[in-house]
C-alpha cells in the first residue's frame, strides 16, 4: 500500500486521517477467515479471531524502492491499484482491498492507495481538499508501476471520490507529458462523484485512453444523488446508459458505460455494487479473454452470462445475485 496519511503513534494501528508530508509505503498480509461471505468484511465484535475475522496478520513499512520491487515480485500477471472513496477510515480501505481481491479469487498482490479521509459523513468539503492533495503522489505511484511492470498491465480502480482523484491523476499525468505511462493504464471507475461538466474537460486533456476507461454507473446511486443536489449538477456515476447523447459521448471518448443497476448493493444508498462485482471477476475474466468483453466504446449492461450487452437492454445478471 501507499498512502498520503499520517502514521499512527501506534505502529499497530497503521494511519490515521491526518494528511502526511509525503507518502508512506507498506506491506500487508491480511488473513480472510474460512467462512467468508463474498461482499462482506467480517468485522471483530470483539478480541479478533481469525477464524471468524478479517485480520491483519503481518505488515512492515517499506521505503519507495522497496515498495516497488515488493509490488513486481508479487504481481506475476498483472497490477491492480484501488483507490477508495469518501469517509474511509485505513483499516475500512485496507480490509476492502483484501475482501475485493479475495472474492476475485486474484493471485497477485494488490495495491491500496489511500488518501486521507476524515471518515466522516459531514467530511465532504475536507475529503475533496484531501484527494486533491493526493494527486501527485498517486501521479507518480502510477507512473512508477507502468514504468517497471515489464509489460504487464496496470488496473487503477476509482471509487466515488476516488474517482475524481483518478481522472485529476490521469489529467496530470498528460500535461506532464507521462503519455507512455498512460498507454499502459487500464481505468475503472465505479461511481464516480464527478460533475459532468468537469468530467467533459478532463476527458478533453486526458485524450482517449489507448485502453477504453470503464465506467460503472446506477441512475438510482442515492448517493451521487445528494452530491448532486448539492452542486445541482448531474454526477458522471448516475448517468442513464438509454441516453442517446450519453452512448454518442461514450463512443467518441473511447469509453465504455456499464449499467450495474441490477448489481445488489448493500445499504439503501446503492453506493457501493462495486463490491458484489468482485465475486463475478473470474467469469468476466474469461469472457475478457474470448475477446467479448470491455473492448469496445460504447454504453452497456451486464447480462446473466457476464457479457456486455447494448445499453437499450436492461437484463439482471442472476449470477451476482448468487
Do not use: C
Not at 471483530?44 to 520491487?69: C, M, W, Y
Not at 484527494?131 to 504487464?152: M, N, P, Q
Amino acid at each position: 500500500m501507499a498512502t498520503t496519511r499520517d502514521t499512527a503513534q501506534v505502529p499497530a494501528d497503521g494511519f490515521t486521517s491526518l494528511r502526511s508530508p509525503q507518502p508512506h509505503f507498506a506491506e500487508f498480509a491480511v488473513s480472510i477467515p474460512p467462512g467468508h461471505v463474498p461482499g462482506e468484511i467480517e468485522w471483530p465484535k470483539g478480541p479478533t479471531n481469525p477464524q471468524t475475522d478479517f485480520a491483519v496478520a503481518s505488515h512492515k513499512r517499506l521505503d519507495e524502492k522497496a515498495f516497488i520491487r515488493r509490488v513486481n515480485a508479487a504481481s506475476e500477471n498483472s497490477m491492480g491499484v484501488f483507490v477508495h472513496g469518501y469517509n474511509y477510515n485505513f483499516p475500512e480501505a485496507l480490509f476492502r482491498t483484501a475482501q475485493m481481491a479475495a472474492d476475485a479469487q486474484i493471485s497477485d498482490a494488490p495495491v491500496l492507495f489511500s488518501w486521507p479521509s476524515s471518515a466522516s459523513l459531514l467530511g465532504y468539503a475536507s475529503d475533496r481538499e484531501s484527494v486533491t492533495y493526493s494527486r501527485d503522489a498517486l501521479a507518480k505511484l502510477l507512473t512508477r508501476l507502468a514504468d517497471t511492470s515489464g509489460g504487464k498491465p496496470v488496473t487503477v480502480f476509482g471509487h466515488s471520490m476516488g474517482g475524481w482523484l483518478v481522472m485529476e491523476t490521469l489529467r496530470q499525468m498528460r500535461i506532464a507529458g507521462e503519455d507512455e505511462a498512460l498507454s499502459r493504464l487500464e481505468v475503472v471507475l465505479a461511481a464516480p462523484d464527478i460533475d459532468v461538466d468537469v468530467f467533459r474537460q478532463q476527458l478533453t486533456v486526458i485524450g482517449r485512453m489507448e485502453i477504453p476507461m470503464v465506467i460503472m454507473v446506477s441512475p438510482d446511486d442515492r448517493a451521487l444523488g445528494l452530491s448532486a443536489l448539492a452542486g445541482q449538477r448531474t454526477r458522471v456515476g448516475a448517468l442513464d446508459i438509454t441516453d442517446p447523447a450519453v452512448q454518442v459521448a461514450a463512443q467518441q471518448n473511447n469509453v465504455v458505460l456499464i449499467d450495474i443497476s441490477a448489481v445488489d448493493a448493500s445499504s439503501r444508498l446503492n453506493h457501493d455494487r462495486y463490491i458484489q462485482l468482485a465475486a463475478a471477476y473470474p467469469a468476466l475474466g474469461r469472457e475478457t479473454r474470448q475477446g467479448s468483453t470491455f473492448t469496445e466504446a460504447g454504453a452497456f449492461v451486464l447480462s446473466s452470462t457476464g457479457q456486455l450487452l447494448s445499453a437499450p437492454l436492461r437484463v439482471v445478471d442472476a449470477a451476482l445475485r448468487q
